[in-house]
């Protein structure tokens, strides 16, 4: 067993764990749960920048009892996962397309070869890009992908087109391994007052205590080349033949109250994209999957109304409505405070 457990985030029941080979030996770490009473398929859980298998076990339990079985693995360069670089802390990648060829693999290697169909995608921020870029290749496979705060764009507040400009530079001058400006705390967890993730404490502590007690597993700023590889296939997907071939179903969901993201560049993909919807959820913080109940599980009960076909609305783009399950809906907590986080 290669997963890592902390007094507050215990294994998830049946999980088991493992290596994958990727080209020049490079190894990458996975995930699998599968439950021995069939269900309804597949959960590919694909994890955002600088994240790990063990910041989802929470995750990965909820999928279980909804009786999915689930699949999950770090990206190269992060978590369990070979680094990339001499310094283990640099978020770095060249292109895109490295994680594209990680995905396709695990798909045809572990995915398909130990999971039961059907298969669904769950994606968090980059593993939403990295979705959109793989689906060409994985598209026989995969019948629904629910995209959380997916990265399509930056935060209005950020000059994303001088972002890439700076970064096309320092590549340019041999500098892509080295560190992008202006990135000196981005994807470490310092504390929890102004952090711009989560509006829930106990989640963010947890995955602090994660980070403290295996900081093999924790990658910080990205490098030149990271970001330059990000804003390239930031272009590449909006690009109007990419998205007029795409025939997955796709569900996008927004955090209301996202400081990194930009929820205008969400919301106009679902528009545009064939097949394409978008749900927001009002007051959300970056990390749909770590953030207060009250919105958490808005976004879990979106997925799957959706990968079960349970979504009012048919109509690609439009906000979206979700059947009613009998479920307990989120409520405060127990000060009678309902947390509505602020842009920080």
């Known amino acids: 067993m290669t997963l890592r457990v902390t007094e507050d985030n215990p294994l998830p029941e049946g999980i088991i764990s493992g290596y994958l080979t990727a080209k020049k030996g490079l190894k990458l770490r996975y995930a699998l749960l599968s439950r021995e009473e069939p269900g309804p398929g597949t959960v590919v859980l694909l994890q955002g920048r600088c994240e790990a298998i063990e910041k989802y076990f929470e995750t990965i339990g909820d ?21 990339m670089l001499r310094d283990r802390m640099a978020a770095h990648v060249r292109s895109f397309d490295h994680y ?61 087109k001088w972002i890439g400009k700076i970064a096309s530079l320092l590549c340019g001058l041999g500098l892509g391994s080295r560190y992008f400006p202006q990135t000196r705390h981005r994807g470490r967890l310092t504390a929890f007052e102004g952090n711009r993730v989560t509006s829930d404490r106990r989640r963010f502590e947890r995955n602090r205590a994660i980070e403290l007690t295996f900081p093999e597993l924790t990658v910080g700023r990205p490098t030149a080349a990271w970001v330059q590889a990000a804003c390239d296939a930031i272009k590449r ?20 109250s996202d400081a990194m993201i930009s929820n205008d560049a969400i919301e106009d993909y679902a528009r545009r994209i064939r097949s394409g919807h ?18 958490r599980e808005q976004a879990l009960a979106a997925f799957r109304a959706f990968v079960t076909g349970r979504m009012t609305s048919e109509e690609p783009g439009e906000a979206e409505t979700i059947e009613p399950e009998r479920t307990e809906t989120a409520k405060p907590d127990e000060n009678g405070e309902r947390s509505e986080p602020g842009v920080t």
Not at 129 to 143: D, E, F, I, M, S
């Open 63 to 83: 999928l279980r009892a909804m009786g999915f079985d689930c699949a999950t693995l770090d990206w190269r360069g992060q978590g369990g996962s070979d680094r």
């Open 100 to 160: 594209v060829e990680d995905l396709t693999l695990f798909f045809n290697e572990v995915v398909l070869q130990s999971c039961r169909p059907p298969y669904f995608i769950l994606a968090h921020s980059m593993g939403g890009l990295v979705t959109l870029l793989a689906l060409p290749q994985l598209a026989q496979h995969v019948r629904r992908a629910v995209l959380l705060a997916p990265l399509l764009g930056l935060n209005e507040a950020i000059d994303q």
């Open 237 to 256: 997907v909006h690009e109007t033949g990419f998205m007029a071939a795409n025939r997955t179903p796709l569900l996008l969901v927004a955090a209301g």
């Open 278 to 295: 978008c749900l927001v959820v009002d007051g959300a913080r970056h990390e749909l999957l770590q953030e207060s109940d009250i919105y």
